[in-house]
């Protein structure tokens, strides 16, 4: 995978793992296509859509502030393949939740695998279908 | 932002938390402006210019070797956007410190938002202001 | 170094790790030079080519499936300069193993520092020398 390519797809993540962090709920769903699905072995059952994906999260969001828990999302490890249309690429990262409560210690939440198809849309990315898969649970 | 800059800022990145964690507090400082700020929001004030910021981390060095405690600064979902000038470069990154201690289990020290204002200088980067904000002090 | 080169390395390092964690040792093995040599300080002596890195490994999943361990080795602050010969580069970087068992919460296995010798062979790399020091040891 080109260089430039690489690089395309660690900053799309950057953003995207920030937008996410900052409770950014509707820009961080924008980076998923409007029919993105959301699947983790960790859920009863995939979230689908934009709509759905924004709602998920922000719920958590307001779970997390119940408790003052602050997390960050760390994706390394990421490799790129080319996807099914010349517009798609499939990636494969590990995925990090770094978990800190005011006042208290920073703990790993869980390790997961992630794997994504994204879509070319414009100059940027979106996720068209994301796998996570905890370490945990198997 | 360009992958060759993008790539650049990783490169100056890496190569500064390795001279951190080296204790090469002199050359650590010189990735700083002359005037450099280091602002923690763990510090009852900001660290101002290169011989302060080398003075403070010689200092936290020397209590680390007291306990034979070695950490490493790990960056990460960094993203890159354009500063007040040309030559500037804001960064906004995640950064964990992984504290050891001789024959002891690594534990997560801590997990901040790191926020530089950076300034190219020749054919690198310096930091101008960097703000770190840990994620248990809120 | 260039922002190509170093993308290079960086998705070199994401492939040899992910086939190291799924279990792939052959692959993995084959990461190395013929006569590649993996040296840690937690090992009583280096580990000496292919066959040895492969049998090494395997090994240790055998051990890890036994306790549901499941492991992701994680890279990170690299950095790339010259080596002996313009088809040869050095490398300094991060090395944290985060271990989960099933049911388990994550936790850092050990934190460390990987030095590798390359060598390019074709349009890819292995490993002709590697060196990784645990922070617990000393």
Known sequence: MSGELYQEIQQYYAWQMQLLDQARTDEWAETFTEDGV?????????VKGRAAIAAASAATHRQLAEVHELR????????????ATADELST?????IIATRKGGEPRIHCSTLCEDQLVRV????????????RDDIR
Do not use: E, I
Request: charged content about 15%; aromatic content about 14%; some cysteine.
């Open 92 to 96: 494969r990262c590990y995925a990090l």
């Open 38 to 46: 959301f699947a983790a072995n960790a859920a009863p059952a995939p």
């Open 72 to 83: 960050r999302h760390w994706l390394g490890m990421l490799t790129v393949s080319p996807g």
């Open 122 to 133: 414009g100059d940027t990315w979106q996720v068209k279908y994301r796998t996570v898969s």
